[in-house]
């Protein structure tokens, strides 16, 4: 099975298409999807955001290239110690990924917010806790996680994404399977494996597993405590808020 037909396979009919929500209609979004906890696509939402046009590597570390970011060789970026800044990123380093990982100052937002449509349907700047910028490279990826509500701005590329409910509270057995993989897939593990092994018997392990596609310009939401993993198909730019 090539590394990208997983969603073609027969097990793939076992898990729900993430619904596309392309209206733009706040309380829609609130009622449907964010109160009940439910992941969506939400298609083409930053398609006409600043940072769609703006952002090019050579933007990135004209204008970012001094904050601190992490190198990361595998697909469990939380467990990255190497540290250097983007400028040097993007000018030195190949084959690997990187992300920034900072609290939000609403007061003194990050030069990369500059880019980012703050009048949207779905979130707002004070509601914003944390954020990070990431690249990465074809067929990385990261490890089933979790964590608060998150709306994932992909500028560029194409990624895969598979999820489902992990929460404590919510599915107990979804959390229990979350630190199975995570004792199975710890440091130096990667997320194509994952997908490889673990996705097509997914279906039968937990209800409700749902996947999409996320190309450039679309805006994933994913709930406070959804187990989610990530497969790039491409090489792959964007910001993800994490929101209250």
């Given at each position: 099975m090539g590394l990208f037909n997983i969603f073609k396979s027969g097990n793939s009919n076992k898990m729900i298409a993430l619904d596309e929500l392309q209206s733009g209609d706040s309380d829609l979004f609130?009622?449907?999807?964010?109160?009940?906890?439910?992941?969506?696509?939400?298609?083409?939402?930053?398609?006409?955001?600043?940072?769609?046009?703006?952002?090019?590597?050579?933007?990135?570390?004209?204008?970012?290239?001094?904050?601190?970011?992490?190198?990361?060789?595998?697909?469990?970026?939380?467990?990255?110690?190497?540290?250097?800044?983007?400028?040097?990123?993007?000018?030195?380093?190949?084959?690997?990924?990187?992300?920034?990982?900072?609290?939000?100052?609403?007061?003194?937002?990050?030069?990369f917010y500059k880019d980012v449509k703050s009048s949207n349907p779905y979130f707002k700047t004070n509601d914003i806790q944390r954020f990070f910028f990431f690249h990465s490279v074809k067929n990385a990826g990261t490890l089933p996680h979790i964590h608060g509500n998150a709306f994932n701005?992909?500028?560029?590329?194409?990624?895969?994404?598979?999820?489902?409910?992990?929460?404590?509270k919510h599915n107990p057995e979804g959390y229990e399977l979350l630190h199975t993989f995570n004792r199975k897939y710890g440091l130096g593990t990667h997320a194509k494996d994952w997908f490889k092994n673990e996705v097509p018997k997914l279906p039968n392990k937990q209800e409700n597993v749902y996947r999409c596609t996320q190309e450039a310009g679309d805006i994933v939401f994913i709930p406070n405590g959804y187990c989610h993993a990530v497969l790039n198909k491409s090489e792959v730019m964007g910001i993800v808020f994490e929101t209250k």
């Amino acid at each position: 099975m090539g590394l990208f037909n997983i969603f073609k396979s027969g097990n793939s009919n076992k898990m729900i298409a993430l619904d596309e929500l392309q209206s733009g209609d706040s309380d829609l979004f609130v009622s449907n999807y964010k109160k009940p906890r439910i992941p969506v696509l939400l298609k083409g939402a930053a398609a006409n955001w600043p940072l769609m046009s703006n952002w090019t590597k050579e933007y990135i570390v004209e204008h970012m290239g001094s904050y601190v970011c992490k190198v990361i060789k595998d697909s469990r970026p939380a467990y990255s110690k190497e540290q250097t800044t983007l400028k040097f990123y993007f000018e030195k380093l190949s084959g690997v990924s990187t992300l920034t990982l900072d609290p939000f100052n609403a007061r003194k937002p990050p030069l990369f917010y500059k880019d980012v449509k703050s009048s949207n349907p779905y979130f707002k700047t004070n509601d914003i806790q944390r954020f990070f910028f990431f690249h990465s490279v074809k067929n990385a990826g990261t490890l089933p996680h979790i964590h608060g509500n998150a709306f994932n701005i992909l500028q560029s590329g194409t990624k895969e994404w598979v999820f489902y409910d992990a929460s404590e509270k919510h599915n107990p057995e979804g959390y229990e399977l979350l630190h199975t993989f995570n004792r199975k897939y710890g440091l130096g593990t990667h997320a194509k494996d994952w997908f490889k092994n673990e996705v097509p018997k997914l279906p039968n392990k937990q209800e409700n597993v749902y996947r999409c596609t996320q190309e450039a310009g679309d805006i994933v939401f994913i709930p406070n405590g959804y187990c989610h993993a990530v497969l790039n198909k491409s090489e792959v730019m964007g910001i993800v808020f994490e929101t209250k």
